[in-house]
């Protein structure tokens, strides 16, 4: 099959497409065609050698975490999916012809969503989901400000909110604001303290928003503690990482069929311009950069 093979570290053109061996299927797992895999910012991190203190990548890999396509074949012991099924899944290794993948983690594509856009949805909008239920615990009537609401966590944060009964601000840039009456939020502009702030930005922006959390709120961020979080000692700083999820995953997935929740797509790439797709995505673009084989 052809990959995308990294064997050393650094920048773009560090994205190999070359042939690799097929994927070996174990028990509980599925061998899944994939139809797209969706760029993320960690996989540039990683890419570019910048995890290893907390994720240690071994040489040569390939890359990737979101996937959707058809299961192809089934390994011992499964029974949750089966071969014809359209699935997507936050997985490792996407960046393929095909990938295996614990079918646990494996969501059904609802009917009338798109198989090659469903491969946006895995990584961020369980992220947005879990920032708001587990993470910050957001419950009906608080007030939550979602930073970086215009970006794919952001926007799943904000449906994720409103669906627990929240008033929800979204929190975006002023270039953004003509576009970000589509997020469904309540609000634009955070006048009084909150009760949550949301946070996926990084830096003095992040450090400025936990100052509009009122005493005994919640500052849960997937971006770390800001660095003055210690000047805040009332508020509870939630630094959060997400983990996979199918049924969270699903849930979510069936809100973008619905039509409720939508997530930006800048593009679509053959899997063979990874390296554009990622130059693109380091410079910080619209919406998601999907990858094609």
Not at 24 to 51: K, Y
Not at 53 to 70: A, C, E, H, M, R
Not at 185 to 198: F, G, R, S
Not at 211 to 240: E, L
């Amino acid at each position: 099959m052809k990959a995308i093979v990294i064997r050393q570290f650094g920048g773009p053109e560090a994205l190999e497409y070359a042939d690799a061996p097929e994927p070996e299927v174990g028990d509980g797992e599925a061998l899944v065609r994939v139809a797209a895999a969706s760029i993320n910012p960690i996989d540039i991190m990683e890419r570019a050698g910048l995890t290893k203190d907390f994720n240690p990548i071994k040489l040569p890999y390939v890359p990737g975490w979101d996937l959707s396509g058809t299961v192809v074949r089934v390994g011992p012991g499964v029974d949750r999916v089966s071969v014809g099924d359209r699935v997507l899944a936050w997985a490792s290794d996407t960046y393929a012809e095909l990938c295996a993948v614990e079918a646990d983690l494996l969501a059904r594509v609802p009917d009338g969503l798109d198989l090659v856009v469903a491969s946006a949805l895995p990584l961020v909008t369980t992220t947005g989901a879990e920032l708001i239920a587990v993470a910050a615990g957001v419950k009906a009537g608080q007030t939550v400000l979602v930073s970086g609401a215009f970006g794919g966590v952001g926007r799943s944060a904000v449906f994720a909110a409103k669906e627990r009964g929240a008033n929800v601000i979204a929190g975006v840039l002023k270039k953004q604001l003509p576009a970000a009456a589509s997020l469904g939020a309540d609000e634009m502009k955070a006048l009084a303290p909150v009760d949550v702030v949301a946070n996926a930005v990084r830096g003095q922006t992040a450090e400025q928003l936990i100052g509009k959390v009122k005493g005994g709120g919640v500052f849960a961020s997937v971006t770390g503690a800001p660095a003055n979080a210690k000047d805040y000692p009332s508020v509870k700083v939630v630094p959060f990482v997400s983990r996979q999820d199918a049924a969270t995953l699903g849930r979510m997935a069936e809100a973008v069929a619905a039509g409720k929740l939508a997530i930006a797509i800048d593009r679509k790439l053959p899997l063979n311009n990874a390296a554009e797709g990622h130059a693109l995505v380091g410079q910080g673009g619209t919406g998601k950069v999907l990858l094609v084989p």
